[in-house]
């Protein structure tokens, strides 16, 4: 059989390209080696796995956002969702970004779709690269003005004369920046997510072909990101938890990190055993539009909350007849509505949004697993093995059809 690419250069090893992805890999390794070396002390086998996925949604995301990364030729990207559950992921949200040149002038565009929430922000540097910083942001209304939910969005140095519509402000002394989306969904079964693309209005839409070396080029800002996201993660989550003080009990991190759009956080560090529940109340706040409650592993991955009830939100949740919100953190379903499933883990954090309103007070305590029921309402909302399953499979199956790649 002939060979079809011809006869082979015996110097394809050495060759540039050859040296670039060589150059690639071993820079992943020393970043990974860096991260284990800072992040794994103190931690067991099981959590310095923990340490492994996280790195792994990183290396995901990184190499969707850079391999193809082109300022005047944005695309969207996932950073976020059901496939990539580091960074505190909130069950609920699909978070995409696109990188942008503050220079530039560009086009968002897009259909609604029916989520409660839609949010758009612009940020300043490299995410996990360099320090970044909030510049703007934007809640897309409810009902968007075109038809079929279609609207615009334009990002540019100075709103365009005459235009009134949404508009975002780019700072043109900032070459590296970002336009971070992200969309809130409660019933993932039937919501409809939006659908968004970003075009350049500074330059042709037609793309010049990539440099024999564009895409090893770009593919050497990858190690770094992925060093870089996962310990600038991990220094945030320590802050968090330091502002959580003692296990077991929750407090406001709302500053710890840039606030998203009036949205408040409570976070904390839950510890118990096999035969033990962890129970949490506090009242509604006025003004609540959402609040969505899930757990994340010791290195700040959410829980498999596709498949498990490690999240829920103020449509799959129920508050008590007295006003109150209940939660209920064990291993074993105790068969109340508001149970969030910690899987085995020996330590699982735990992270509240409250949206519209600031953060409430929240009491916490542990109990013995066998007593949960004595610890809760009379009248606390129930819910049968066969219903929790039922559920579980059409908030699977809605976890899935939601964007992940």
């Not at 790195?55 to 969707?64: C, D, K, N, R, T």
């Not at 809640?139 to 279609?150: D, I, M, R, S």
């Amino acid at each position: 059989m002939s060979d079809t690419f011809g006869v082979r250069s015996a110097d394809t090893s050495s060759s540039e390209v050859a040296e670039g992805w060589r150059r690639f890999t071993d820079a992943l390794a020393t970043a990974g080696a860096a991260v284990y070396a800072r992040e794994n002390i103190g931690r067991d086998v099981a959590q310095q796995a923990e340490i492994t996925e996280s790195m792994v949604y990183a290396l995901i995301a990184g190499l969707m956002a850079f391999a193809n990364a082109d300022r005047d030729h944005p695309e969207f990207t996932p950073i976020l969702n059901s496939g990539i559950r580091r960074f505190a992921t909130n069950a609920d949200t699909v978070y995409l970004h696109a990188l942008i040149n503050g220079a530039g002038r560009y086009r968002i565009v897009g259909r609604r779709g029916t989520v409660g929430i839609l949010h758009f922000q612009v940020f300043a540097g490299n995410m996990g690269v360099s320090e970044i910083s909030a510049q703007c942001e934007l809640v897309a209304p409810p009902t968007a003005p075109g038809e079929n939910g279609e609207f615009e969005i334009l990002l540019s140095d100075e709103r365009p004369k005459g235009y009134d519509g949404l508009w975002l402000q780019l700072d043109p002394t900032f070459a590296e920046q970002f336009i971070a989306v992200r969309y809130v969904a409660k019933d993932w079964a039937t919501e409809i997510d939006p659908q968004i693309a970003i075009e350049p209005l500074h330059h042709s839409i037609r793309k010049v072909r990539d440099n024999p070396t564009g895409l090893l080029d770009r593919l050497q800002l990858v190690p770094a990101y992925v060093q870089g996201v996962t310990e600038e993660l991990m220094t945030i989550m320590r802050s968090q938890l330091e502002k959580s003080g003692a296990p077991n009990d929750v407090y406001d991190v709302t500053q710890t990190f840039p606030n998203i759009a009036g949205q408040a956080y409570t976070h904390g560090l839950i510890e118990i055993g096999p035969n033990e529940a962890w129970i949490a109340e506090c009242e509604v706040p006025q003004g609540l539009s959402y609040w969505g409650i899930q757990l994340m592993d010791f290195a700040y991955n959410t829980l498999e909350f596709p498949f498990r009830q490690c999240a829920i939100n103020s449509d799959l949740g129920t508050v008590d007849r007295d006003g109150k919100l209940r939660i209920v953190v064990c291993n074993q379903d105790p068969g109340v509505v508001n149970w969030l499933d910690n899987n085995g883990y020996g330590k699982v954090q735990i992270r509240c949004r409250w949206f519209g309103s600031a953060h409430p007070t929240i009491r916490t305590k542990v109990v013995p697993l066998a007593e949960v029921r004595d610890h809760l309402p009379a009248d606390t909302e129930t819910i049968s093995p066969h219903e929790r399953e039922a559920r579980l499979r059409k908030r699977s199956i809605g976890a899935q059809m939601r964007r992940r790649w």
